[in-house]
């Protein structure tokens, strides 16, 4: 009821100051605003001005009254609620339908401001009423241009609502609320920041880590790994356990293979490459039944990544992946347990295929 009548109070200053008709307008559940279509966006200037008008009216506490007339022979309107309604014939007779027949005009006027034809329920008075348009128009559409606003009730509500927002985040940031754009700027910077920094820490780490693997490899090779036969040393695995709670954790367990691949030891031999399976599993560090942990594979042989990322599936019904060339990846749901998970994946990953 009183954003109804707010509504005819907005739109008749609108319309009598800027001849910019209503379109059309809708007055929402409780409690969003309700908003009017104009045919062009207002300015800021624009929108304080009628701010100015409109909130004077309440002030002086206008009255708003009914006046029934008997309807004249062929007089007939159009409603002026939502839907689409050009703005010369809202002029002709707006809010009287055009199936009209009750036999009398009801005209609800605003004493010196509007009288509009409206079969609704209206306030006696506009004195409670303080109302806000919302700054910001979108545009609906090419032609109708959406303006929020609120008066009454729902102004207050919306009032408190805000407030207790604002003095939530300020708390949180530790701050008064006036500093509160201010510090979530420097808070969403910092964070951008830190990302950034996380983001060269990661690729830094994951080269240690895949340098220290390939030197661990070498090593084993220099000692006589698994003793092959000739120049065949056997095959290197090594199976890897990481807790981290990233986002990111497979393109950085991806990195780890790039970084290993990179400082793999050139073969003195062309024919002969070294064999060689790493297995990498990254798990959340407190787990849960839907917790996922990445599991990874990269190795010399396609044949054989394959095959261990088939056993992997087998071995856990949680698991889930695939593979392209050397490199397998999966994801596994539930509780990993390095002593548990982790032993039966490194056992299978050393039995060979
Ligand atoms: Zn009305």
Excluded at 88 to 94: A, F, P, T, V, Y
Aim: with cysteine.
């Amino acid at each position: 009821m009183s954003l109804h009548t707010a509504q005819h109070l907005l739109s008749s200053v609108i319309d009598s100051s800027l001849q910019a008709p209503t379109l059309t307008w809708s007055l929402t559940p409780w409690p969003s605003p309700a908003y009017i279509d104009l045919p062009r966006p207002l300015t800021a200037a624009e929108i304080g001005d009628v701010q100015d008008q409109v909130n004077r009216h309440v002030f002086e506490g206008r009255r708003v009254h009914v006046q029934v007339d008997d309807l004249q022979a062929g007089q007939a309107g159009v409603d002026r609620g939502t839907g689409d309604i050009a703005p010369s014939s809202r002029e002709l007779g707006r809010g009287l339908p055009r199936d009209y027949s009750g036999g009398v005009h009801r005209m609800v006027i605003i004493d010196g401001v509007d009288r509009t034809p409206c079969c609704g329920t209206h306030l006696p008075s506009l004195s409670t009423l303080q109302l806000f348009l919302f700054p910001s128009p979108t545009a609906s559409s090419s032609t109708s241009f959406r303006h929020y606003f609120l008066a009454g009730p729902r102004l207050l509500n919306h009032l408190a609502t805000t407030q207790a927002l604002l003095t939530r985040t300020a708390g949180l940031l530790s701050c008064g609320p006036p500093e509160t754009p201010e510090r979530v700027a420097l808070v969403v910077d910092e964070s951008k920041r830190r990302d950034r920094r996380v983001e060269d820490l990661e690729r830094e780490l994951a080269g240690v880590l895949g340098r220290q693997l390939a030197e661990e490899m070498a090593q084993w090779r220099s000692a006589g790994g698994a003793g092959g036969s000739g120049s065949d040393l056997g095959e290197w695995v090594r199976c890897v356990s990481r807790t981290d709670d990233a986002q990111s954790t497979r393109a950085f367990l991806h990195a780890v293979t790039l970084a290993f691949e990179a400082h793999l030891p050139r073969s003195k031999q062309p024919n002969v490459t070294p064999r060689f399976t790493l297995l990498l599993v990254s798990s959340p560090p407190s787990q849960t039944s839907s917790s996922t942990t990445i599991v990874m594979l990269f190795g010399a042989e396609e044949k054989r990544v394959k095959g261990v990322g088939d056993e992997l599936k087998k071995q856990f019904k949680t698991l889930k992946g695939g593979g392209k060339e050397t490199r397998w990846s999966g994801k596994f749901v539930g509780v990993w347990s390095t002593d548990r998970e982790g032993n039966t994946a490194s056992t299978l990953l050393s039995q060979g295929t």
